[in-house]
């Protein structure tokens, strides 16, 4: 126990910050070197008083959307050990992202949405949780990887990475969605292989629920996911309208998939998070536009918007659920 709390106390108080310091070097660096900057950084404030800016707008509605999606994709989910209401649903998924900002990769996610369930429900959440979750690493692999087929020759000009490496990450990502896929679609073999494990029979209850997930409820879940993918690259493409990156939808479409597959493979923390996206971006996006500033602000603002909001609200719901449990333990 002392060891992992050593563990995260250098994580966040000493790896995550001073990646994000690199990072942060690195990207004023190269908005820097950016050529016209001066006329760049003109056109962005520009942007606010123009009628663009109802781009910004239309990306916050768009946030609402985005997480109802993934409110109504976990409400299924966990309608077989509890039938839960929409609006509970998406307190509960506000209240995991609240939690998720504070630990590598968001794992703290199903931490916040489980304190919404009854007791004796919670733990088996959790797996109907990570359900979820797998259909949207599948979205995100299926296009990243597509993307990376697609934009193969533009990365291959700019010598982001060499062809060999690059064909080596697509067969990789390719039999990892291949896996992935497999399990997602065969949940039952998880089930058998637990049961039949000695030292794993006392979990079996927490995975015997996904018996009940069929093709159809999987598909739907997979659908919502493809949904909520689909809501981030428009978000992408308003603000990079709004910051004047010259980009057309297909550009767009194509690099944010692969910056996600790229963000989703690489283990981070919410300090450095923004700055890896913002370089990520950087890369793929900036084979089509030299508006560095524009992207780096275009990124800032989508990590803003659909991450830091939605966390400060649910970091008020969270409040919420300890003031009505004090409540109810003063009236027994």
Do not use: C
């Not at 603000?239 to 550009?251: G, T």
């Not at 089509?288 to 602000?297: D, L, Q, W, Y």
């Amino acid at each position: 126990m002392k060891l992992n709390k050593n563990i995260k106390i250098f994580i966040n108080y000493f790896l995550g910050p001073l990646l994000f310091i690199w990072l942060s070097w690195s990207i004023y660096r190269e908005i820097k070197n950016q050529p016209d900057i001066e006329t760049a950084w003109q056109k962005i404030g520009e942007s606010f008083s123009s009628p663009l800016l109802l781009n910004l707008v239309a990306v916050i509605l768009l946030m609402i959307v985005n997480w109802s999606i993934e409110a109504v994709k976990w409400k299924i989910s966990v309608s077989e050990i509890q039938k839960v209401s929409f609006t509970k649903a998406l307190r509960a998924v506000l209240s995991g992202v609240s939690f998720s900002v504070s630990t590598p990769n968001r794992v703290g996610e199903y931490l916040g949405r489980v304190l919404y369930m009854d007791d004796g429900n919670r733990l088996k959440t959790i797996s109907v949780t990570i359900v979820g979750s797998i259909s949207q690493l599948i979205v995100t692999i299926f296009m990243g990887i597509t993307g990376l087929v697609i934009l193969r020759p533009y990365i291959q000009d700019e010598h982001v990475i060499s062809s060999i490496w690059l064909s080596m990450i697509i067969y990789g990502g390719l039999g990892a969605l291949l896996v992935l896929t497999l399990f997602y679609f065969r949940l039952s073999w998880l089930i058998k292989w637990v049961d039949r494990l000695p030292a794993m029979k006392r979990f079996t209850y927490l995975v015997k629920v996904l018996e009940g997930f069929n093709a159809t409820l999987l598909l739907r879940i997979l659908s919502l996911s493809l949904f909520r993918f689909i809501v981030f690259i428009i978000q992408y493409y308003l603000l990079f309208r709004l910051f004047d990156v010259e980009v057309s939808w297909w550009q767009t479409f194509w690099s944010v998939s692969v910056s996600f597959l790229v963000m989703a493979a690489i283990p981070t923390f919410a300090i450095a998070e923004l700055g890896l996206k913002g370089k990520v971006n950087l890369i793929f996006t900036g084979l089509f536009s030299a508006n560095k500033a524009g992207i780096i602000f275009t990124t800032a603002g989508i990590w803003f918007i659909n991450l830091i909001i939605p966390a400060i609200i649910g970091s008020l719901m969270i409040l919420s659920i300890k003031k009505i449990n004090t409540e109810k333990n003063e009236g027994t």
